[in-house]
């Protein structure tokens, strides 16, 4: 049981822009805790996208940003792709649990 | 190039014992701080084990306390993960990640193996 929680699916066109939130509480995200994304296509490894809340690694297109706020985060895709398909997990660290969490995963489907 | 490869997956029955590894290299394996994340079929990520860098602090989720052990041999380059008292519940892919960031609770996990797939039936 996941203490951070995604939307199961958000879709969009090709070109358009969606958001995955990511709802944490006091003891991770809310305690100041960075939250980093990954995305995840099918029967491959997770990649991160995003770190400390809103840092891109190297080759990571400026499509994908993140933001922080409260006890929440988000992810925005911009500019949607076909490469976009794929599933998305938030990550911080809770300090009630002494260990990271991960969120519930979002799967992102291009119309 | 960092390059992690799992290894020791397999099939065995409830109550068995595992000892999973993850070989490191393009990097110096003894500065950064390992973990495990596993990820059951069909379902999330959920991280297991995190081990510190000299290798004498490691910290466990509840999940699987007092049931996994996680170590590493920096003069071999690898991580462990020893899995005993296996139930179905176990059941998973597990990757080896390698952390990155400052401090602990600001950690992500930023280069990923393939994945070690460990299943547990009767």
């Known amino acids: 049981q996941s203490v951070l929680t995604q939307p199961p699916s958000v879709s969009g066109a090709p070109g358009q822009r969606v958001t995955i939130s990511c709802t944490g509480s006091s003891s991770n995200i809310g305690a100041s805790h960075d939250v980093h994304w990954y995305k995840q296509l099918p029967g491959t490894a997770p990649k991160v996208l995003i770190f400390n809340s809103n840092n891109r690694p190297s080759g990571v297109p400026d499509r994908f940003s993140g933001s922080k706020s409260g006890t929440s985060a988000s992810l925005a895709i911009t500019g949607l792709q076909a490469e976009d398909e794929a599933d998305y997990y938030c990550?911080?660290?809770?300090?009630?649990?002494?260990?990271?969490?991960f969120g519930t995963g979002t799967k992102v489907t291009v119309l | 190039e960092v390059h992690l490869l799992e290894s020791g997956g397999g099939l065995l029955q409830p109550g068995g014992s595992l000892r999973l590894s993850c070989a490191a290299s393009g990097f110096t394996f003894g500065d950064f701080a390992m973990s495990w994340v596993r990820q059951a079929p069909g379902k999330g990520l959920e991280w297991v084990s995190t081990?510190?860098?000299?290798?004498?602090?490691?910290f466990n989720a509840d999940s699987v306390k007092g049931r996994f052990t996680i170590s590493r041999d920096n003069s071999k380059n690898t991580m462990y993960l020893q899995m005993n008292s296996l139930t179905a519940e176990d059941t998973a892919v597990y990757y080896c990640?390698?952390?990155?960031?400052?401090?602990?609770?600001?950690?992500?996990?930023?280069?990923w193996g393939q994945g070690t797939l460990v299943t547990v039936s009767s």
């Open positions: 990640a390698k952390n990155e960031g400052h401090p602990l609770e600001n950690w992500h996990f930023d280069y």
């Open positions: 081990i510190h860098g000299p290798g004498t602090t490691t």
């Open positions: 990550q911080s660290y809770d300090s009630s649990l002494s260990g990271y969490v």
